[in-house]
């Protein structure tokens, strides 16, 4: 179990390393914001030297791993670098407001060949990607997904930092940089996080890791018992514009729930979160 103390995170899987990129305390009353961020890299230590790095001039509150594993950077009560150029709700420069966690996720990729590649070159398997369309924009891109010890953990620190400080707010950097950032993306659950920690709302008394929301673009889509075209069908044809909470992702296949749970061809599902 995490716990805050003296502004540092304590817990299992947890870790400090000093960031000299900061800017002192927060005022009084402050900081009442967390945003979310992608780190577009391939590791936490990747973002971690970026961080720790004075000639970069960038930092972060925390790093969350795919595995969950929480590396902290600067206090909480110390203003880190993770904002930029940036503005909401008639404010602006959101450095001085807010809290910045950083996931570890290489963000959009480019599709080559059967892959996708990263900016960075790397290339990830059609399973770790779907195909969906940023808030702040009209076309759709690919996107790794986030692991589910990633979105866990991000709401575990999201309840706990907002349990513990004057949290009004939950935001995407897209949100407040909407003009320059593309993150967290819209393969992060952000919307229910913040309906879950924000308003108290659950989903169908699930308090535990946060589904990614779909919508289905086909006229019809067939709900399969597994991943494959040959798998039973469990259940009548999804119609478009049906909902549905997708759990997992397989060779291009999305594992969803609506009445029933089962798997349908990711190509005819468009994300909403």
């Given at each position: 179990?995490?716990?805050i103390n003296n502004?540092?995170l304590e817990g299992e899987?947890?870790?400090?390393?000093?960031?000299?990129n900061k800017?002192?305390k927060?005022i009084?009353?402050?900081?009442?914001?967390?945003?979310i961020h992608?780190t577009?890299?391939?590791s936490?230590?990747?973002?971690?030297?970026?961080?720790?790095?004075?000639?970069?001039?960038?930092s972060?509150?925390?790093?969350?791993d795919?595995?969950g594993s929480?590396?902290?950077?600067v206090?909480?009560?110390e203003i880190a670098?993770h904002?930029g150029v940036?503005?909401w709700?008639g404010?602006?420069?959101f450095?001085?407001y807010?809290?910045?966690?950083?996931i570890v996720?290489?963000g959009?990729?480019t599709k080559v060949?059967n892959e996708y590649?990263?900016w960075?070159g790397?290339?990830?398997?059609a399973a770790k990607?779907?195909?969906a369309?940023n808030?702040?924009e009209t076309?759709?891109?690919?996107?790794?997904?986030f692991?589910?010890?990633e979105?866990?953990?991000?709401?575990?620190?999201?309840r706990?930092?907002?349990?513990?400080?004057?949290i009004k707010y939950i935001?995407?950097?897209?949100?407040?940089?909407p003009?320059r950032k593309?993150d967290?993306g819209?393969?992060?659950?952000?919307n229910?996080?913040r309906?879950?920690?924000?308003?108290g709302?659950?989903?169908?008394?699930?308090d535990?890791t946060?589904?990614?929301?779909?919508?289905?673009?086909?006229t019809?889509?067939?709900?399969?018992?597994?991943?494959?075209?040959?798998?039973?069908?469990v259940a009548k044809?999804?119609v478009n514009g049906?909902?549905v909470?997708i759990?997992d992702?397989?060779?291009?296949w999305?594992?969803?729930?609506?009445?029933v749970?089962g798997?349908v061809?990711?190509k005819?599902?468009?994300?909403e979160?």
């Open positions: 179990m995490l716990k502004h540092l899987k947890t870790a400090f390393i000093t960031s000299p800017s002192g927060f009084q009353g402050l900081p009442d914001t967390l945003i992608f577009a890299g391939p936490a230590l990747s973002a971690i030297n970026t961080f720790t790095n004075p000639a970069y001039q960038v972060a509150h925390l790093v969350v795919y595995d929480v590396t902290q950077l206090p909480f009560d670098w904002a940036s503005s709700g404010r602006t420069g450095n001085k807010s809290i910045g966690i950083e996720n290489p959009n990729l060949g590649q990263a960075y790397t290339k990830y398997p990607v779907i195909k369309v808030r702040n076309k759709t891109r690919f996107w790794h997904i692991s589910p010890d979105i866990e953990k991000a709401m575990e620190l999201c706990l930092l907002t349990d513990t400080y004057n935001l995407g950097h897209e949100e407040i940089a003009q593309l967290p819209p393969a992060f659950p952000l229910r996080l309906d879950r920690i924000l308003n709302r659950k989903d169908n008394g699930n535990g946060l589904p990614v929301i779909g919508k289905v673009i086909a019809k889509l067939n709900i399969r018992e597994l991943a494959d075209t040959q798998s039973a069908k044809a999804l049906t909902q909470e759990f992702s397989k060779n291009g999305y594992k969803v729930a609506v009445k749970t798997w061809s990711g005819y599902i468009e994300i979160n």
